[in-house]
């Protein structure tokens, strides 16, 4: 190997690493930092992958004793 391949060959060798160090921040994966386990900055994107199985409505028991409530006023005032 001559001279100028094996420098030309330790140019394009200088210039991966470059590009690698300069994508590696940028390819979005799960990090352990002092001990917490951060997320990908893509998280917010992510599809929901759980959703629980119950009433949309939250507050349902609170709801239900409201109506009831609400009934049981109306029967006393008549």
């Keep these: 190997m001559t001279d100028t391949k094996r420098s030309r060959a330790w140019q394009f060798a200088f210039l991966g690493l470059i590009l690698a ?6 390819v979005g994966c799960q990090v352990s930092v002092a001990g917490q386990t951060l997320p990908s900055p893509y998280y917010l994107y992510d599809d929901v992958q759980y959703l629980p199985e119950g009433s949309e409505n939250k507050l349902a028991n609170e709801t239900a004793a409201g109506k009831k409530a609400r009934a049981e006023a109306v029967q006393r005032g008549r």
């Design 21 to 26: 160090g300069g994508i590696a921040p940028s």
